[in-house]
């Protein structure tokens, strides 16, 4: 478990960018859910070597938290420029999807308005890479979010290891089953005392049992004071009890957009060298 602080890392790789002048272009587009029915926006964030380029680029899918939308990750840190910066340092594309408030990543088993297990994971990617030059493979391919997008970004990954080499969580929600009355879970699962199943079956650290070591790359990690602290700490103990390979970081910090922004330096970093391995 690591409980290093390398905050200056993070900050390094920042102003050793800012050196730069950054052109990551940021597309707002309108996207398609058959399964559900509508229209959905994203941002899609080219790095500024797209154009102009022919070559294929990894795309890293970043998730927002319950009561966000899509456009989170560039409104809401205090460098309105960072995750623009991180994308041409490290030329990958990064989509930010709407997860429809609070839709926690599933498909509603009894909402048929909430199926975003299938758009994310399905939709969304079918219309990225249809229209976008992207590496059309699980190994050019991440996820990972904040709070309710950290719990979407491990579910998803864990669930759909054909799809996403890599998977993620910052500060994320992993055992849903302590918060029953929190964040309009009950609406999507229904009640937790009368569908207990359904919680158990639709928590990630329930879901360790679809790893095997190696098969997937895993990054997540959470502020000291953050209140989901404890279920990060389990999840990261019960991945060690299972021998499954994962870089886990503590660091000092509370749910909120300063610690998020600082984190996604650090899980960006990771992706990159994902990436660069599998394309050699």
């Not at 199926?115 to 079918?126: F, R």
Request: aromatic share 14%; hydrophobic share 40%.
């Amino acid at each position: 478990m690591k409980k290093g602080i390398f905050i200056g890392l993070a900050t390094l790789i920042v102003s050793l960018t800012s050196e730069f002048t950054f052109a990551a272009i940021v597309d707002t587009v309108v996207t398609q859910s058959k399964s559900m029915k509508k229209e959905i926006k994203a941002v899609v964030v080219k790095p500024q070597l797209y154009e102009g380029s022919a070559k294929r680029f990894p795309v890293l899918y970043l998730l927002h938290g319950a009561g966000g939308k899509y456009s989170d990750w560039l409104l809401n840190t205090k460098d309105k420029e960072a995750v623009k910066k991180l994308v041409d340092n490290f030329g990958i594309i990064v989509v930010c999807p709407d997860g429809g408030v609070t839709s926690w990543y599933f498909d509603s088993p009894i909402d048929p308005t909430y199926q975003y297990e299938t758009y994310v994971s399905k939709e969304l990617i079918d219309f990225v890479d249809g229209h976008y030059r992207t590496i059309n493979d699980k190994t050019g391919r991440a996820i990972t979010g904040l709070s309710m997008g950290g719990h979407g970004g491990l579910y998803l990954g864990f669930r759909h290891q054909d799809v996403y080499g890599a998977c993620g969580s910052m500060s994320g929600g992993v055992d849903i089953r302590p918060f029953p009355e929190n964040w309009n879970i009950a609406k999507r699962l229904g009640p937790y005392n009368q569908f207990p199943e359904r919680w158990e079956a639709n928590t990630v650290i329930n879901l360790t049992h679809l790893l095997s070591p190696n098969k997937l790359a895993i990054i997540f990690d959470v502020g000291r004071n953050d209140f989901f602290y404890d279920v990060n700490v389990a999840l990261h103990d019960k991945l060690i009890a299972r021998n499954i390979p994962h870089d886990f970081t503590v660091r000092p910090g509370v749910h909120n957009f300063e610690y998020w922004e600082n984190a996604i330096a650090y899980q960006m970093m990771y992706f990159s060298k994902f990436f660069e391995k599998n394309q050699k």
